[in-house]
């Protein structure tokens, strides 16, 4: 199975600080890579797929790079909304798996 | 608006059965990839079975292999989990999510939580 690391585990950010996550793949996943986020008690909700694509109504301030085995998700000014947890997953081959995800908390 | 409906969770004992049920909406069910992915209390996600449009093609975790059958009635907009043998560590909410992994899980319903103790 690949194994999908992210950092930092968690983090504490003010609103409107520029916010970075890092996710590693155990091996290259070419551009395989969706990004979901996670208030607590609902469900996930789908921000970035194939890497860097948007997803339909998700705002701009939101952006993701990379390929092979590296990849960014970056907030470029934070909102209140945007504390939750996030979620790397690879979608290169089953089993599809997860992150262990990165806490987004308030300073 | 596309709506996921997810039912059949609750309280079993360890060795006993449940069936999940995925009521659908607002989207054309039979052209999509529908999965199941579950979500321990406290802990990430995990992504347990997934089968494609017509049902010609599964995918389950190692973990619940040989105790889960995922099934889809696609006069219904339904999706299905079948769960045999539970274990304590089957106990998580459980969500449907449509579409193919490659395009990633772009709705999700509000999740059943199964709770497997004795």
């Known amino acids: 199975d690949i194994q999908m690391t992210q950092s930092p585990s968690s983090l504490s950010a003010s609103v409107g600080d520029r916010v970075t996550i890092t996710c590693r793949a155990s091996q290259s996943i070419s551009n395989y890579l969706n990004w979901y986020y996670q208030k607590p008690g609902k469900a996930p909700e789908l921000l970035i797929y ?3 694509s948007l997803q339909s109504g ?28 996030y979620y790397c997953q690879q979608s290169y081959s089953n089993p599809p798996t997860f ?6 908390e308030i300073k | 608006e596309v709506q996921l409906v997810e039912s059949g969770g609750g309280l079993v004992q360890p060795g006993g059965s449940l069936r999940l049920s995925c009521a659908t909406s607002g989207f054309t069910f039979s052209s999509y990839t529908m999965n199941w992915v579950r979500q321990a209390p406290e802990k990430g996600l995990e992504s347990v079975s997934a089968m494609t449009e017509s049902g010609g093609s599964t995918y389950y975790s190692d973990s619940v292999k040989g105790r889960f059958t995922i099934s889809r009635d696609n006069s219904k907009n339904t999706l299905y989990l079948q ?15 449509k ?17 497997v103790s004795s």
Not at chain 1, 60 to 75: E, K, M, P, V
Not at chain 1, 99 to 104: E, H
Not at chain 2, 99 to 114: C, F, K, P
């Open chain 1, 50 to 52: 194939a890497a860097s």
């Open chain 1, 99 to 104: 992150g262990g995800g990165t806490k987004v």
């Open chain 2, 99 to 115: 579409g193919h992994r490659r395009d990633g899980y772009s709705s999700w319903g509000q999740g059943t939580l199964v709770t």
């Open chain 1, 58 to 85: 998700v705002p701009s301030r939101f952006s993701a790079s990379g390929s092979g085995t590296d990849f960014t998700l970056t907030i470029s000014s934070l909102q209140a909304e945007d504390f939750a947890t």
């Open chain 2, 83 to 97: 769960m045999n043998n539970l274990r304590a560590e089957d106990t998580a909410v459980y969500y449907c999510a």
